[in-house]
């Protein structure tokens, strides 16, 4: 695992951007695995400006999507699918067609979650795979204890982080319990994991991902076993590491 410690959000966001432009390069139709949340979004942006300043060619690329919301009514402005069309899809003027996701208004979870396992497979796997971590060390919504092989089902968020993504939603009883995620061992399959954190609230969840043993009580802590796995830090979510 490489870890690289940047000033700030932004330097983050450029850097990583610049991965994803040299990936184009090499692989103009590559999947690009998306997290939504805050910290991703400087990557977005300086994404859409290499993109709008021709110094990268997007046209061609495909977006996925690491997790949904189950139970929201579809086009919900804070449903996964929602976000990353506003953030990502269009801001890069991109066809919804590039961009897979799981769905979380299926009648039929269990299936939704098989059929998007599908959909990545068939789409030759995913190329780059951006994600934050959340305050408890999950990756995706693979909330701590979740097992190592775990494929993409539904999970109920713990009680932090449906309280650290009530700011998202009117009421924080807005927040929905469930949702799908792929799995840890999903997230795995991917051929690079670009992990991103930003602020010293991640800081003690950063440490133990990076430095502690590797455990399913802190979900990250899985990206030690990925044979090609970054963590970009800026100062303040690097603190705790030694
Ligand atoms: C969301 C996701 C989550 C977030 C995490 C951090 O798609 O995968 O793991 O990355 O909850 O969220 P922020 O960035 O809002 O602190």
């Known amino acids: 695992m490489e870890v690289v410690?940047?000033?700030d959000a932004t330097a983050g966001g450029g850097l990583i951007a610049g991965a994803i432009a040299d990936l184009l390069r090499r692989k103009p139709d590559a999947l690009l695995g998306v997290a939504t949340g805050s910290t991703p979004l400087p990557v977005y942006r300086a994404l859409a400006?290499?993109?709008g300043e021709g110094r990268t060619d997007v046209s061609r690329a495909r977006i996925c999507q690491l997790d949904e919301y189950?139970?929201?009514p579809a086009g919900h402005p804070e449903s996964y699918r929602s976000v990353v069309l506003r953030e990502v899809v269009e801001p890069l003027g991109l066809a919804e067609e590039s961009f897979m996701g799981p769905d979380g208004t299926a009648e039929d979870i269990v299936e939704?979650?098989?059929a998007y396992e599908r959909t990545l497979a068939e789409a030759g796997?995913?190329?780059l795979q951006l994600l934050g971590i959340g305050t408890d060390g999950h990756i995706g919504?693979?909330?701590p204890c979740s097992s190592l092989a775990s494929r993409t089902r539904i999970k109920t968020l713990t009680e932090q982080t449906r309280k650290d993504n009530a700011r998202f939603f009117d009421r924080p009883e807005d927040v929905p319990h469930h949702v799908i995620t792929q799995g840890i061992g999903t997230i795995l399959e991917a051929r690079h994991l670009v992990l991103l954190a930003t602020?010293?609230?991640?800081?003690e969840a950063v440490a133990l991902a990076v430095e502690g043993p590797l455990a399913a009580v802190v979900p990250a802590s899985a990206l030690q076993m990925h044979p090609?796995?970054?963590v970009v830090v800026d100062e303040a979510a690097a603190s705790k590491l030694k």
């Open 112 to 114: 939704a979650c098989a």
């Open 5 to 7: 410690i940047v000033p």
């Open 228 to 230: 090609h796995a970054t």
């Open 141 to 143: 919504f693979n909330e």
């Open 70 to 72: 189950v139970g929201l």
């Open 125 to 127: 796997g995913v190329d």
């Open 49 to 51: 400006g290499l993109a």
């Open 199 to 203: 602020g010293e609230a991640k800081a």
